[in-house]
């Protein structure tokens, strides 16, 4: 079970923090991946992070202000946004992609 948090609201150029807290398999094992969907657009990928968080990717749209980042002590990876933008908003979803586990999603709106 992949489980996110730490959406909501927030203004253009602010930050918000996502998390995603595994339970259920083995967490360590499998690389991890952020997902977004905004309303009639197709999934795309935000970023990633192999299973030790030795190499990590970005979409082009959030290169240089997301960053993604993992504990596998405590099952979770996370993602740092910061200077968000209206097209940013969108729903979030984890990824565990070896084995193709997907979160429910979190709603990130960026609005004044």
């Known amino acids: 079970q992949l489980v996110e948090s730490g959406g909501g609201l927030v203004q253009p150029g602010g930050s918000l923090r996502l998390s995603c807290a595994a339970s259920g398999f083995t967490f360590s094992m499998y690389e991890m991946r952020w997902y977004r969907q905004a309303p009639g657009k197709e999934r795309e990928l935000v970023a990633g992070?192999?299973?030790?968080?030795?190499?990590?990717i970005y979409g082009d749209s959030v290169k240089g202000r997301f960053t993604i980042s993992r504990d596998n002590a405590k099952g979770t990876v996370y993602l740092q946004m910061n200077s968000l933008k209206p097209a940013d908003t969108a729903v979030y979803f984890c990824m565990a992609v070896e084995i193709r586990y997907w979160g429910q999603g979190t709603q990130v709106t960026v609005s004044s």
């Open positions: 992070i192999t299973s030790a968080g030795s190499t990590t």
